[in-house]
Nanobody
Framework: QVQLVESGGGLVQPGGSLRLSCAGS????????MDWFRQTPGKEREFVAA????????SYADSVKGRFTISRDNAKNTVYLQMKSLKPEHTAVYCC??????????WGQGTPVTVSS
């Protein structure tokens, strides 16, 4: 079965950086568009970034442009989210998902990120 497993979250001070990873299995990872989302309690899940199958095409939420970078390594079946200059408002659970024609059939469990001093 398809599994997406995120890692790399944790506690970081404001201004710090983190790199999240999402490892996929049970699918032909190199064929898939991959997205990152985040969610905080009481708020709707928010799109963060997306990357196409090859890595040549990316898109970002306006709120993270210039601060977050999505990338992938298809040889490792992994997509990354590099986050820099983090602020407390970036605190959330970050999840990766497979997107197919506007539908998200597979999601990871998420990795929590806490930005606090």
């Amino acid at each position: 079965q398809v599994q997406l497993v995120e890692s790399g979250g944790g506690l970081v001070q404001p201004g710090g950086s983190l790199r999240l990873s999402c490892a996929g299995s049970g699918l032909t990872f190199s064929n898939e568009r991959m997205d990152w989302f985040r969610q905080t309690p009481g708020k709707e899940r928010e799109f963060v970034a997306a990357i196409n199958w090859s890595g040549a095409g990316t898109s970002y939420a306006d709120s993270v442009k210039g601060r977050f970078t999505i990338s992938r390594d298809n040889a490792k079946n992994t997509v990354y989210l590099q986050m820099k200059s983090l602020k407390p408002e970036h605190t959330a659970v970050y999840c990766c998902a497979v997107q197919r024609r506007g539908v998200y059939p597979y999601w990871g469990q998420g990795t929590p990120v806490t930005v606090s001093s």
